[in-house]
């Protein structure tokens, strides 16, 4: 999948259209640089998958949890930017998030590849004159 958006009024048709490619993925990888926009659209998918928690970064929390209604079910959202070394992922046991079957998204990925399930679907986001161009594709290691 790959679109392009210039404004924050169109972030509801990309994070439906996101999820509508990838029905049947949870776990969703985002890459791209300070400021390109990934929390704001893990905040709008969020909102499409029925999120009613404020959703922000967890930059320093590491880890958020928001509630999926009306389904009741746990949405993860990971921001590793401030994490040093692996053995803090470790840490905070990531497998049981990772491997939940619940919907994760992670921004700062960079710093944990290596931990990443066999399958997820990758998110890259790129600016460029004020137009964001996302790339998603499922990688299936």
Not at 32 to 53: F, H, N, P, Q, R
Not at 71 to 78: D, L, Q, S, T, W
Not at 94 to 111: A, L, N, R, V
Request: proline share 4%; charged share 30%; aromatic share 16%.
């Amino acid at each position: 999948m790959k679109t392009e958006f210039n404004n924050i009024g169109q972030l509801p048709e990309v994070a439906r259209k996101l999820l509508e490619t990838f029905p049947d993925d949870r776990f969703f990888a985002f890459f791209g640089s300070m400021g390109v926009g990934k929390t704001t659209l893990i905040k709008e998918i969020c909102a499409e998958l029925g999120v009613k928690d404020v959703v922000c970064s967890p930059t320093f929390a590491i880890v958020n949890e928001y509630c999926r209604q009306p389904e009741n079910e746990p949405v993860y959202h990971f921001d590793f930017y401030r994490l040093k070394t692996l053995g803090e992922a470790y840490d905070l046991g990531y497998e049981e998030y990772f491997y939940s079957g619940y919907y994760c998204f992670t921004e700062w990925t960079e710093k944990v590849e290596e931990l990443l399930p066999e399958s997820y679907v990758r998110v890259d986001i790129a600016e460029n004159n004020g137009v964001r161009t996302l790339v998603a594709e499922r990688v299936v290691e």
